[in-house]
């Protein structure tokens, strides 16, 4: 069964970069069927995608978030990983990794909340 | 990119009403239209993909429906348990946009 789990620091300082991981079991994270993204919600509000990346490497941003992103893939590891730079107070949220399937619809791992602060 | 318009941000009813969710799509996103239900504290849950397939275990009251800019979220007869937000999300371009949400309270 597909597993999608995030892992990453719970706090992060303010100005200092956001790294997170996630970790796909029970597929492959190098079909081509597939993409692969990030979404956040900052507590209280609505959902936000951040950026998708294929297995070959091709990523989409955000345009808000553009600037300060970059996701990457290590299909060794069957892994893609999010970083997001000069954090402030407004990027502390739930983030979610999720897989992309055109078919039968998108699969989200569970989150983890981010907080920045000093 | 895609905006999606999600309407009404919030309603109350009661348990065994009919009720009925609507996005609308900027432009044509064919049938790429995803329902999720979000509870406090949880991730979002998949109801319904390409706007009218119910996803494995999620029960037949929640029906989806329509497709270029116009969906639907149908829950027949509300149940306790089905209090929450509910987001619409498109897939039709890599770069997912969601609706604005919309919380079912008990009436």
């Known amino acids: 069964q597909l597993q999608l789990q995030e892992s990453g620091p719970g706090l992060v300082k303010p100005s200092e970069t956001l790294s997170l991981t996630c970790t796909v079991s029970?597929?492959?994270?190098?079909?081509?069927?597939?993409?692969w993204g990030w979404i956040r919600q900052p507590p209280g509000k609505g959902l936000e995608w951040i950026g998708s990346?294929?297995?070959?490497?091709?990523?989409y941003y955000n345009p808000s978030l553009k600037s300060r992103v970059t996701i990457s893939v290590d299909t060794s590891k069957n892994q893609f990983s999010l970083k997001l730079s000069s954090v402030t107070a407004a990027d502390t949220a739930v983030y979610y990794c999720?897989?992309?399937?055109?078919?039968?619809?998108?699969?989200w791992g569970q989150g983890t909340l981010v907080t920045v602060s000093s | 990119d895609i905006q999606m318009t999600q309407s009404p941000s919030s309603l109350s009813a009661s348990v065994g009403d009919r009720v009925t969710i609507t996005c609308r799509a900027s432009?044509?996103?064919?049938?790429?239209l995803n329902w999720y239900q979000q509870k406090p504290g949880k991730a979002p849950k998949l109801l319904i993909y390409?706007?009218?397939s119910l996803q494995s275990g999620v029960p037949s009251r929640f029906s989806g429906s329509g497709s270029g800019t116009d969906f639907t979220l149908t829950i027949s007869s509300l149940q306790p348990e089905d209090f929450a937000t509910y987001y619409c999300?498109?897939?039709?371009?890599?770069?997912?946009?969601f609706g604005q949400g919309t919380k079912v309270e008990i009436k």
């Open positions: 999720a897989r992309g399937d055109p078919l039968t619809g998108p699969y």
């Open positions: 029970g597929g492959s994270i190098s079909s081509s069927s597939y993409y």
């Open positions: 990346i294929y297995y070959s490497g091709s990523t």
């Open positions: 432009q044509s996103i064919s049938s790429y």
């Open positions: 390409a706007a009218s």
């Open positions: 999300q498109q897939s039709y371009s890599i770069e997912w946009t």
